[in-house]
């Protein structure tokens, strides 16, 4: 088995060491031309969102039989190309829960509290503040969007701040919504009601571009708004303009659309250009699944759902 992992910073030593008990392992960030190229050695890959396997890479790849995708989203992979091919998908199963969870909070925290600011501030020799005053998380209604392993940690943590919390889900049994001390609602409810919202669901048809100018004009003016989810789930120029004209009063995002392109140029991005600017959004670059922990347990995943199909297939 040749093996390519295409994100080897990534790649802890420990799995690097099991891995290589599976095959020849490669590890190296390939550019689209590159992958294009060598692809087509390779019987299993490894990657993360920063790789796009598309139809036109799935095609050269004659000898591919897995993808593992450290990721719990796979809209970087061509799905449709790669199950014509027979090529096995694996991707993650809550193995980034409790980071994205935790990096959720993190910036409600320090959207509310002005933290980046107050630093920024600070650091540049001023003692400002009563500039940057803030907001407590006591008894204000945090709308959960995507209810699932993510989205039921924030739940968790949301009741040791003696928030209310309500969610919005379509696929998830009302029962266990209400277990964790939390209403299941309609997104109109979710929009209207909520102090703070966190979105936490996957990217697919039926969720891209779900927050737009008509969900803007239903929140409240003193809104926040999260997103750890995927950048394409949010309309980024009604979010612009929700931001600029007040209609909410803040954000903060660990995801951009289209980040292939954000990666290369970050201030080619009109969400970035706003930031710089402005101290009512918050940006990091997609890390929320991105702690030592999390990552250990994410590739070591991976690396035994591959171990399973090579069993099998002997």
């Known amino acids: 088995m040749k093996i390519l992992i ?3 910073d990534y790649f802890p030593e420990k799995s690097l060491i099991e891995l290589k008990k599976l095959g020849e392992v490669t590890a190296k ?3 689209r031309k590159e992958l294009m190229e060598k692809i087509e050695e390779f019987d299993i890959v490894i990657v993360r969102i920063d790789t796009k396997l598309d139809r036109e890479i799935i095609e050269k790849a004659k000898k591919l039989k897995i993808i593992g995708s450290v990721t ?3 809209n970087h992979i061509d799905i449709e190309s790669a199950n014509k091919r027979e090529i096995k998908i694996i991707h993650l199963e809550g193995a980034h829960t409790n980071s994205a969870a935790e990096h959720t909070f993190a910036l409600i925290m320090a959207l509310l509290r002005n933290i980046p600011y107050g630093f920024d501030s600070l650091r540049n020799g001023s003692w400002n503040r009563h500039e940057f005053i803030g907001h407590e998380l006591k008894d204000k209604t945090l709308g959960i969007i995507g209810f699932g392993r993510i989205g039921s940690r924030i739940a968790v943590f949301a009741n040791a ?8 889900d379509k696929y998830v049994d009302a029962k266990n919504v209400e277990k964790l001390g939390v209403q299941l609602v309609n997104l109109d409810k979710l929009l209207k ?9 996957i990217l697919t048809e039926e969720t891209k571009e779900m927050i737009g100018i008509k969900e803007f004009e239903m929140m409240k003016k003193n809104a926040f708004l999260i ?3 995927r950048g394409e789930v949010i309309d980024e120029n009604s979010l612009l303009n929700a931001l600029k004209t ?6 903060a995002l660990d995801v951009i659309s289209d980040e292939s392109k954000v990666v ?6 009109k969400i970035v250009q706003y930031a710089k600017n402005h101290k009512n959004l918050i940006l990091t670059p997609h890390l929320a699944g991105s702690t030592h922990e999390s990552i250990n347990d994410a590739t070591m995943f991976i690396i035994e759902k591959i171990r399973e199909i090579i069993k099998d297939k002997k």
Do not use: R
């Not at 009601?193 to 669901?201: F, P």
């Not at 007040?246 to 954000?251: C, E, L, M, P, Q």
């Not at 290369?264 to 991005?269: A, D, F, H, K, T």
């Open 6 to 8: 295409t994100e080897p």
């Open 29 to 31: 960030k390939f550019d």
């Open 72 to 74: 719990t989203g796979v």
């Open 161 to 168: 701040f003696n928030m209310k919390i309500i969610a919005y």
């Open 193 to 201: 009601e909520s102090d703070i919202i966190t979105i936490n669901c």
């Open 227 to 229: 997103n750890t989810s």
């Open 246 to 251: 007040g209609k909410i009063k803040a954000a």
């Open 264 to 269: 290369e140029n970050p201030l080619s991005s």
